[in-house]
């Protein structure tokens, strides 16, 4: 029988040994990324293990979303490396802290909401990009320290034991879900590496990962304007690429999970967790896709797993890195190639000839923009701008005008569709201002002024009807058009009783 253990949750029922086992395997798996990472902004191996187990446990205990995994990241990274070359670590911590600030501002004002703008093929995009580039990083294993490429007994033995290890996640779960198979693959190439002494590349030929508990220390930097604006740019582009990373990543686990989670609770647990880094000599950081998919495939849901990836990883750096510097990195490149794959949304490949042409598009546009500039946050904006653009223009054709003309001799337009700026060149060409009647009516039960383009548009038909004499009435107008309209009155006749009352919606997240 199962034992259930509550922690942090008490509508959730929490699988003690799966969260306990994933949270093992996920640290493990945290290690080489974030010695990667931290190298790949020019710091040492320990500000990224230290910015993994800060993110980790912050957001584990505080966040929006139970099972998701932070830590230290190459979006992150890579928006450093410039900083790291010009001024040196200190500034890393202060322009860590300071995104922080940024994300939990932004928690604050409940901006979590926005990624609802975020449309499914930018989120196809996204994760098809970013399976591509978890795939892409690990064949750097099969590079020599020259960068040259494996050939022969080295390139045949770790060939094996990555597919071995892969073979171990694909067939272990049909066979039994009693211990998660990214951990057992782990433990058996472990073991066979070990046992038969085969010399292969282990996470010590990295670096190393020795180190004590993360020191606190305040950024040496001077504290004025001048630091504050050279800063505030890197901190700005940091807590945008961990905010878009982390609720896109939080999106795909509540679609796996079936669950919901709260964005705004986990920009504010972003933003802590990345302040307490920067105090901790960490590099920052944010949600990593490729860690909770291992998490949440391995069957954890809470908090738990989270918790035990973090504190599991300090032990490793404090206690353990003797050990976990000699397991093989075949073992991690094996299961990062299996998140890859896992990652992947095979089955968008077949919406290439169901959805629109426009769709398509801009899911490869942001897969393409992903993998080749490695710009997380670049490639969902410029996929929300296309989709954006491409959502005006469609709407911009639907405005409609139905004309007839009343026993009184008055000519009625009922106007159907949402006048906008895309709109508005449409709108005006429905008008026929010199063959009318002198009375006009102008209906908008069925449509919706929108913008300021939307009220010069009004402002000018009215005009065009006012220069020839002829009196024109809009109705159904909103509250907040007729405020706007309100110099233009002696002209307009607008009908208060029938006109309908919008109502915002409100987000309670």
């Known amino acids: ?43 040492s191996p320990l500000t990224g293990l230290y910015a993994a187990f800060m993110m980790g446990l912050v957001t584990s205990v505080f966040g929006g979303r139970p099972g998701m995994i932070s830590g230290a990241t190459g979006a992150v990274a890579v928006v450093l490396v410039v900083l790291v070359k010009s001024h040196g670590v200190e500034y890393i911590f202060a322009t860590v802290v300071l995104a922080g600030i940024i994300q939990m501002s932004a928690g604050f004002l409940k901006l979590g909401k926005l990624i609802r703008l975020v449309p499914h093929p930018v989120i196809f995009g ?14 750097d294993q099969f590079k020599d320290v020259s960068g040259n490429w494996l050939t022969g007994t080295q390139l045949y033995i770790l060939l ?61 930097v001077p504290f004025n304007l001048e630091t504050l604006m050279l800063i505030f740019p890197f901190a700005a582009i940091v807590a945008g690429v961990g905010l878009i990373e982390s609720l896109l990543t939080l999106n795909i686990v509540d679609e796996i999970t079936e669950t919901k989670g709260r964005g705004n609770k986990e920009a504010l647990a972003q933003g802590a967790a990345n302040i307490l880094s920067g105090f901790f000599s960490g590099m920052g950081g944010c949600a990593m896709i490729g860690q909770s998919l291992i998490n949440v495939s391995n ?35 094996g299961l990062m190639i299996m998140v890859s794959i896992g990652t992947f949304e095979w089955a968008s490949l077949k919406t290439f000839t ?15 923009v992903t993998v080749f500039l490695h710009n997380l946050a ?19 054709k639907r405005i409609r005008a139905r004309k007839s003309v009343d026993d009184n001799g008055v000519k009625h337009y009922e106007i159907y569709g949402p006048l906008f700026f895309g ?42 009807y006012h220069k020839v004499g002829k009196k024109i009435h809009l109705k159904h107008l909103s509250p907040d058009c007729k405020t706007l309209l309100k110099n233009a009155e002696e002209i307009i006749d607008v009908n208060v009783l029938e006109d309908p009352s919008y109502k915002v919606a409100i987000d309670n997240i």
């Open 1 to 43: 029988m199962k034992k259930y253990f509550n922690i942090f949750d008490l509508s959730q029922k929490v699988d003690y040994k799966t969260e306990v086992l994933s949270g093992l395997t996920v640290a493990l798996a945290l290690v080489p990324e974030a010695v990667a990472f931290a190298l790949i902004a020019g710091l």
């Open 126 to 139: 996204f994760v098809n990009g970013l399976a591509i580039i978890i795939f892409m990083s690990q064949l």
């Open 160 to 220: 094996g034991l990555v597919l071995l290890t892969m073979a171990i996640i694909f067939g272990l779960p049909k066979l039994t879900k009693a211990i998660p198979a990214s951990l057992t693959s782990i433990l058996v190439v472990f073991g066979i590496v070990a046992y038969f002494g085969i010399d292969t590349k282990t996470v010590g030929d990295i670096a190393s990962i020795q180190g004590g508990f993360p020191p606190f220390h305040i950024p040496s």
């Open 299 to 333: 069957g954890a849901r809470a908090r738990l797993s989270g918790i035990v990836a973090a504190v599991m990883l300090l032990v490793f750096v404090m206690f353990g890195s003797g050990l976990i510097e000699k397991v093989p990195m075949a073992a991690l490149t």
């Open 354 to 368: 169901k959805m629109p042409n426009s769709d398509v598009f801009v899911m490869v546009m942001v897969t393409l």
């Open 378 to 396: 670049l490639a969902v904006i410029i996929g929300v701008i296309i989709a954006a653009l491409v959502f005006a223009w469609d709407n911009a």
């Open 423 to 464: 709109s508005v060149t449409a709108f005006n060409e429905k008008f026929d201002v010199l063959n009318d009647p002198n009375e006009v009516i102008i209906d908008f039960a069925e449509s919706r002024v929108v913008d300021m383009s939307a009220i010069e548009a009004l402002n000018k038909i009215t005009e065009r």
